[in-house]
């Protein structure tokens, strides 16, 4: 006799990873609002919480930024279920990390960090990383290939949304293509 019963679905895990550096914050994409803070920042930080709105009452998001060549990303919110704390969590950034200081980019060690903290792979859960950045990195000490071997070590498919004025989309493809991932590239503000 075959006895047929419905499994239970997969967890959903996931790291936003938000790049926050002054190729993206320049104010030479805009700042429609006249708040200081760059077009594409605003897009950034609203894109961050559409996502996370989109997704199923189980699923389980945090996020990471970077901003600073000097400073290391920074974890905003811890793998959490709580959607208006993330949305919190994803507008207070530019305020309480960020501080009007962006820089140069530390890419890699952002998506490490958002892998390392999915935990190792586990065939009850599925873990992704959502990047969205330039893909431009100044001073990180992980690699890009190193990031590429962490994240298919772990079983973490990396989507990318590829933005900003300095697009290097071949490395988010390159990241996306390895990873079992797929890559976005962003429409025009404005």
Request: hydrophobic content about 40%; glycine content about 8%.
């Amino acid at each position: 006799a075959i006895i047929l019963q419905r499994g239970s679905a997969k967890v959903f895990k996931a790291y936003l990873v938000l790049d926050f550096s002054q190729s993206i914050a320049s104010l030479g994409s805009g700042d429609t609002n006249a708040d200081g803070i760059s077009d594409a920042v605003d897009a950034e930080v609203a894109g961050a919480q559409l996502f996370v709105n989109q997704q199923h009452a189980d699923a389980q998001i945090g996020v990471y930024e970077f901003h600073r060549e000097d400073f290391a990303p920074q974890q905003v919110a811890s793998l959490t279920t709580n959607k208006a704390s993330l949305n919190n969590a994803i507008a207070g950034i530019w305020t309480n990390y960020v501080q009007n200081f962006p820089a140069g980019s530390r890419c890699w060690d952002a998506l490490s960090a958002a892998i390392n903290g999915l935990g190792a792979a586990n065939r009850d859960e599925q873990h992704y990383v959502i990047f969205v950045s330039d893909g431009r990195d100044e001073s990180s000490t992980n690699t890009l290939a190193g990031v590429i071997n962490l994240a298919s070590n772990r079983n973490v498919q990396v989507y990318c949304v590829g933005f900003g004025a300095e697009l290097d989309a071949a490395r988010l493809q390159q990241i996306t293509g390895q990873t079992s991932g797929r890559y976005f590239e962003a429409t025009e503000i404005g």
